[in-house]
């Protein structure tokens, strides 16, 4: 009697009798997942990102302008193609939409989620002033505009909030989070007005009139629109013997609001990320006031009925009294 057929892997379509009757061990492996892509560990020294179609990708000619005009250390950039949708159980092609694959070199040592546990409290803090010096070279690579390299528009769904009142997917939208391909894209955008205008989309219909007003006008200045690397989580973070040894996955980065990298990293995707990005905020130059604003418009773009939107909508009430 013949063994039952597990289900492939949809990753490499292996399957637990193809193993068990091979003794070959891959050292080809998947580090990090997210949404429709994945990056794979090539052996010790090469990383393959394989994106899926959707919102484009930017990786390419950001860690050129970073290479180029920063001594920050990034991936050396070895090859990059387009093909079409592999359906990898049929073998065969499908669609026209293709997918985008990075080669790139691996940057040394590991990532700051997987060094944190192990590092002492002055390590932790010495790799966050390391972080800070090497980003405040972006802090003159500016823009008249709020846009990617190249003209494009920039991409992030916690500046750029959307809600399901104004039909976007806002489970899908904050489960994929920082890496997603549900992203909507905005800009070029050249003024506060311009930024305001595709800010307030997100705003919940429950909003008077006088809290958008007083929200608007709080809102802080954007310029000089600043080079950003928009996701500095533990896993972007590249760590060894207790030093930085890169930053990487630069695939959102662009012009935004000079405060939008400090504001940035009130987003964490664990505890430990969470810790660190605290810690980092003391070695950046400080936004504290865009930083709480932030935190008005995401309540207002989520839930009325949390304790700082009620407040908010109080003093707004007050005032138009």
Known sequence: MS?????????CNWTQERQNHCGYKSHVKIIHDAGNRAAWALGSALILKDRGPGSPTYEVRNLQFVRDNTTIPVPVL???????????????????????????????????????????AAG????????????????????PKLEAIGGDPIQCCFLFMQNEEHGQDVEKQEKHSRTSDVLWPQGPLGSDDELWAAMSQGLLMGVPEAARVRLRNRLPAAGPYTFTHGDLSD??????????????????????????????????DSPE?????????????????????????????????????????????????
């Open 235 to 268: 896993v972007n973070i590249m760590v060894k013997d207790g030093s930085l040894t890169g930053i990487i996955d630069w695939e959102r980065a662009g012009y935004f609001p000079v405060w939008w990298e400090y504001v940035g990293t009130v987003i964490a």
């Open 78 to 120: 070895i090859d990059t193609w387009e093909e079409e949708e592999y359906d990898i159980e049929r073998e065969e092609r499908r669609g026209n939409t293709p997918r985008t694959f990075l080669l790139t070199r691996r940057i040394p040592g590991e990532t700051l989620h997987e060094a944190w546990p192990k590092l002492t």
């Open 3 to 11: 063994e039952p057929v597990s289900t492939p892997c949809t990753a």
């Open 124 to 143: 932790r803090a010495n790799i966050a002033r390391q972080t800070a010096e090497y980003l405040q070279q972006l802090r003159g690579l500016t823009s």
């Open 273 to 321: 990320d969470r810790e660190w990005k605290t810690l980092l905020r003391a070695y950046m130059p400080e936004y504290s006031t865009a930083f709480e604003w932030w935190k008005d418009y995401y309540f207002l773009c989520r839930d009325l009925e949390s304790e700082r939107a009620s407040k908010l909508l109080e003093e707004a009430g007050n005032e138009s009294r």
